[in-house]
């Protein structure tokens, strides 16, 4: 369907501005950020030009909200409406940022020294019992951070977010809605932490039970699920290397959680562990992609311990209800921005050659393949440029092209490239809101990790 007639709403209202209350929570309110003067733009209307730290006086009602993309760059931050291709908003920032979606459709966490920074893409959605209001405004940094060491992972599930502090082992769990309705209060919040600092991540299960690593800087073997009390109800020691999740669909009795290690993935299902056999004895799955739609987990398919920077051509393709796994040789590399998920559960991935590969998850078969970028190779440091590929809650794939400073659209079921959008800068990270609450976190890359000079897994140019 044409991209101007896609409408999206909230489960819960939205209020335009974000103020973040204090609690156990450490929470600054200067994000470090210089916002510059941008204009603020949508699909039905063009809006009055603002400076980004204007926020809600420039909010604009409109008839639908388009999907933005967040992008950093060398030295900044822009945000772009993806139906007109308008630049809204250009925030200068300093050093290496990755972006998270918050997982209520609205608001991005930017990873950094200091913590996890909120920035307001400005989709705003209000729900109103029989119908929905929307509207617009310019995006900008909220000027709040949720104070963490080392800002690690970010997991979006089932109306929670979860964030992994990498220098502290700290672990925070809040209401996904907090992030919108402007304030994070004392029943919103866990507060959880590790045994050991160590590079973890952790998932918040609807059963309210946490999901988390444990290990240390040097080794990381153990996943466990803890219940609110502390209690460990479920554990595994069989995970060397952990390293990524990814949440797949359901079963009768609770959420399919799978991670990667270095001797094949281990799959949580009805309550327990279940390891996946490999073939080989060093398999790395390290950056993992689920989807609520299927039972099949999108992973790379690394082999070689001793690679300075492994370029695979196959991927795996793990049934999570089987703790089995199948690959698929794909002829050309790819890289760990490459791979995503699908509306349908498809499952994508980008590859040299410059095609957008769109799978049958259950068979491995190829149902497109799209012409996208021209060919390209993974760079020698994983915090270059390069093509990264993001789904968003639409259930277009949104594609980078450093080299062509473009944005790409594609419309996964019809394999079909809509429009290319031009770029002031050279895109790095990207993150992509629709004002549609993520469910789970199949848009995210929560397989990747953070830089560490004592981290092997960053020699190799994976994250």
């Known amino acids: 369907m044409p991209i101007n007639s896609r409408i999206f709403s909230l489960s819960s209202a939205v209020v335009a501005a974000l103020v973040l209350t204090s609690c156990s929570t450490a929470v600054s309110s200067d994000s470090g950020t210089d916002p510059s003067t941008a204009p603020a733009g949508n699909s039905a209307e063009s809006a009055a030009p603002a ?5 809600a006086g420039d909010r604009q009602r409109v008839d639908a ?7 950093t760059y060398d030295g900044g931050v822009m945000t772009v409406d993806t139906e007109s291709g308008e630049v809204l908003s250009d925030t200068e920032t300093e050093g290496f940022l990755r972006l998270n979606n918050a997982g209520d459709g609205r608001h991005v966490l930017i990873s950094a020294d200091d913590g996890f920074r909120i920035f307001d893409t400005g989709l705003v959605a209000e729900s109103h019992g029989d119908h929905d209001d929307y509207y617009v405004q310019a995006p900008a ?15 979006a599930h089932e109306g929670r977010t979860a964030l992994f502090a990498d220098g502290s082992g700290a672990i925070t769990v809040v209401d996904s809605a ?22 973890g991540v952790a998932v918040p299960l609807s059963s309210g039970d946490l999901l988390l690593t444990q290990g240390t800087k040097e080794s990381t073997t153990t996943v466990q699920v803890l219940s609110p009390a502390g209690e460990v109800l479920a554990e595994t020691t069989d995970c060397p290397g952990v390293h990524g999740e990814a949440i797949a669909m359901p079963t009768s009795t609770g959420d399919v959680v799978t991670l990667g290690c270095e001797n094949g993935p281990v799959v949580f299902r009805d309550g327990a562990f279940h390891k996946v056999p490999v073939e080989e004895a060093y398999q790395r799955s390290g950056n993992l992609f689920g ?9 790379d398919y690394k082999i070689d311990p001793d690679a300075e920077q492994e370029r695979p051509t196959r991927i795996g393709l793990i049934d999570t209800a089987t703790a089995s796994m199948t690959t698929v040789d794909l002829g050309s590399a790819y890289w760990f921005r490459s791979l995503a998920r699908g509306a349908e559960g498809e499952a994508l991935v980008l590859t040299y050659d410059g095609q957008l590969n ?11 393949e799209v012409e996208v970028v021209q060919p390209w190779e993974e760079p020698e440091e994983w915090q270059s440029p390069a093509p990264t590929v993001k789904v968003g809650a639409d259930g277009f794939a949104y594609v980078t092209e450093p080299a062509a400073r473009k944005l790409h659209v594609v419309d996964v079921a019809a394999g079909t490239l809509l429009s290319s959008i031009d770029l002031p800068e050279v895109p790095n990270e990207l993150a992509v809101v629709t004002g549609d609450a993520e469910a789970s976190d199949h848009d995210h890359d929560h397989g990747h990790g953070h830089e560490h000079a004592d981290d092997e897994d960053h020699a190799e140019g994976e994250k």
């Not at 400076?51 to 926020?55: F, I, L, M």
């Not at 104070?147 to 992972?153: K, P, R």
């Not at 769109?358 to 497109?368: A, K, N, P, S, V």
């Open 51 to 55: 400076t980004a730290s204007e926020g």
């Open 358 to 368: 769109i799978l049958d998850e259950q068979t491995g078969g190829i149902i497109h």
């Open 291 to 299: 989807s609520h739609e299927s039972p099949i987990v999108l992973g």
């Open 65 to 71: 909200l388009a999907p933005r993309a967040v992008l």
């Open 141 to 155: 940094p909220t000027g709040a951070t949720v104070e963490a060491s080392e800002a690690g992972h970010v997991v």
């Open 178 to 199: 907090a992030f919108s309705d402007g304030e994070v209060s004392a029943d919103e919040v866990e507060e959880h932490s590790t045994d050991a600092v160590h590079h």
